[in-house]
Nanobody, 115 residues
Framework: QVQLVESGGGLVQAGGSLRLSCAVS????????MGWYRQAPGKQRELVAT????????SYGDFVKGRFTISRDNAKNAVTLQMNSLKPEDTAVYYC????????WGQGTQVTVSS
């Protein structure tokens, strides 16, 4: 029902920044919330950040501690995750998520943070 296209992943040095973007390329139903989850090899997927469609409610994972910021771009029909002060432990595949309210997932984009 929802097609999500992710971009912005890559390799960055510890302390650096990356910006992830997730664009809705196709949806036949309304989206009530979007966000990002991440999964490191051999570990469970965990919440990074979510935002409601109106932008009024935002949730962050506890590990973010002010380093990441999620925002809506209604003109582009997208959600952006600005990641600053990246740490090696942030290395993971980051997956875009959209709720209709059923969950929809992007294919994932790799984020690698070197020490």
């Amino acid at each position: 029902q929802v097609q999500l296209v992710e971009s912005g992943g890559g390799l960055v040095q510890a302390g650096g920044s990356l910006r992830l973007s997730c664009a809705v390329s196709r949806s036949i139903v309304s989206i009530v919330a979007m966000g990002w989850y991440r999964q490191a090899p051999g570990k469970q997927r965990e919440l990074v950040a979510t935002i409601t469609s109106g932008g009024g409610t935002i949730s962050y994972g506890d590990f973010v501690k002010g380093r990441f910021t999620i925002s809506r771009d209604n003109a582009k029909n997208a959600v952006t995750l600005q990641m600053n002060s990246l740490k090696p432990e942030d290395t993971a595949v980051y997956y875009c998520w959209a709720a209709t309210p059923m969950s929809n997932w992007g294919q994932g984009t790799q984020v690698t943070v070197s020490s």
